[in-house]
């Protein structure tokens, strides 16, 4: 019951001020200077597309991209730009110093980019952007963040933009496979546009209440001289956390800083049709939460976060213990149950009697905390479909939802070995990306 009453009322926390989010005006990008960082290995089949993209769209931002000893073709391509588009710089790294994890990969970037750069440039108005490999940013998205709630706030010192996935209407991921197998690709790609648009979109919204906006991976805006701050106080700004991102914020909001969610653009990426490469990534991701935990006594001391703010990360860094344990008691109660029905034929004739009301409850408690997603992804996404569409959506989120359990079983396995290495999430294009993944170490 009490874990019901916590997960519902997280629900309604996170609900109301994702429905109450007011268009937000823009500002003067021409105000700030733009550095895109870009993290690349093997990223051959999308990163000639993503250069060429932000370049039309901001043609005043230089682009930092890191290549961290590429196996493919990702190198040649990024100097061939380089060396006719004085905006575009490779950033090389070799093993064994690469292949080390994608906070090193951006630290690199960061040295590199610290030795260009003019002693007399203004670093408060310097922004630096992480972009995926595979990510396209919204053409108005460096106005989005130049606005006066955003960085023209002296106070903010970071921000993240709304995560789309490009291939969501994409029918045949797999054009030389069957229909099922299709369908349940698009089935994943739609569920994850969901749920970056819905259900973390929502938690951002309460984390601007809470003063606790995390950061992501692609898409994230931070002030340099913030950057050099943390780089100070930890001699670099991006650390060992496989989820360095959300690292990164906290390490914004210790230095005094306040971060930004920015609702009215975004960053595309492509979703991952498999299965398999979507455990692979989410794995990463709540191993790297997990790892964020020891942070907890960092929030607690600082005097930059109030109580709601505290609560709120603790309650974050602490979600996959508490999924897990939940896990364990639904499952040990049901057991129970079936038990306890299977030895008394008056207590299992009791179950048969009140089944209905457990189905009820089940649907109220149960799935409608999920399928509601699906109607405010029609509304505020999608108005163009059909409230059927919304429906199947919602009820879609909830028989997708349990693949955390999955993940963060997986996350505490590999803390368990001692296996802490980066494991990359292979692109749509690259050949043979049905079969195996990469191999996780």
């Not at 043609?59 to 930092?64: K, N, R, S, V, Y």
């Not at 790609?189 to 749920?195: G, K, L, S, Y």
């Not at 299965?275 to 692979?280: A, D, I, K, S």
């Not at 505490?412 to 990359?424: D, Q, V």
């Amino acid at each position: 019951m009490v874990l019901t009453v916590s997960f519902l009322s997280y629900v309604a926390f996170i609900l109301v001020p994702y429905i109450r989010h007011k268009p937000e005006v823009p500002g003067d990008d021409s105000a700030f200077t733009w550095h895109i960082f870009i993290p690349c290995r093997d990223e051959a089949v999308v990163i000639g597309n993503t250069i060429q993209r932000q370049r039309e769209r901001f043609p005043d931002a230089h682009l930092w991209v890191i290549d961290d000893d590429s196996d493919d073709e990702t190198s040649a391509i990024v100097a061939s730009f380089a060396a006719v588009d004085p905006f575009v710089h490779l950033v090389q790294r070799r093993r064994p110093e690469a292949r080390t994890g994608k906070g090193d990969a951006l630290n690199a970037a960061y040295v590199q980019f610290n030795s260009w750069l003019p002693d007399s440039a203004d670093r408060k108005k310097a922004i630096v952007a992480v972009v995926d490999a595979d990510g396209e940013m919204a053409s108005n998205a460096l106005a989005a963040v130049a606005s006066e709630d955003c960085f023209g706030n002296p106070r903010v010192g970071a921000a993240q933009i709304t995560v789309w996935m490009k291939n969501r209407d994409d029918r045949r991921p797999y054009p030389d496979k069957g229909r099922l197998a299709n369908w349940f690709a698009s089935y994943l790609i739609r569920m994850q546009d969901i749920e970056f648009r819905t259900v973390i979109l929502a938690m951002q919204s309460l984390r601007t209440r809470t003063g606790t906006v995390g950061l992501g991976g692609n898409g994230q805006f931070t002030r340099l001289s913030v950057l050099d701050e943390i780089a100070q106080g930890y001699k670099a700004p991006w650390h060992g956390a496989l989820l360095e991102d959300y690292e990164l914020g906290l390490h914004v909001i210790l230095a005094g800083y306040e971060n930004r969610q920015i609702h009215d653009t975004h960053v595309a990426q492509e979703a991952l049709p498999s299965l398999r490469r979507l455990m692979t990534q989410r794995s990463r991701w709540s191993q790297g939460n997990i790892q964020c935990v020891k942070y907890l006594k960092d929030v607690i001391q600082s005097r930059h976060f109030d109580a709601s703010g505290i609560l709120e990360c603790s309650y974050y860094l602490f979600l996959p213990f508490i999924q897990i344990f939940g896990f364990a008691v639904i499952t040990v109660l049901f057991a129970g149950q079936i038990l306890v029905a299977m030895s008394d034929p008056v207590a299992g004739q009791n179950l048969i009697n009140n089944l209905w009301a457990i189905i009820v409850l089940g649907i109220i408690f149960g799935i409608t905390p999920f399928a509601i997603w699906g109607v405010l992804y029609k509304l505020r996404c999608e108005p163009g479909t059909s409230w059927f569409q919304a429906i199947v959506w919602g009820i879609g989120l909830w028989l997708f939802v349990p693949y955390i359990l999955v993940s963060i079983s997986r996350a505490f396995g590999r803390i368990i070995t001692g296996r802490n290495g980066w494991a990359k999430t292979r692109r749509n294009g690259e050949v043979g990306s049905v079969g195996p993944v990469a191999k996780e170490s």
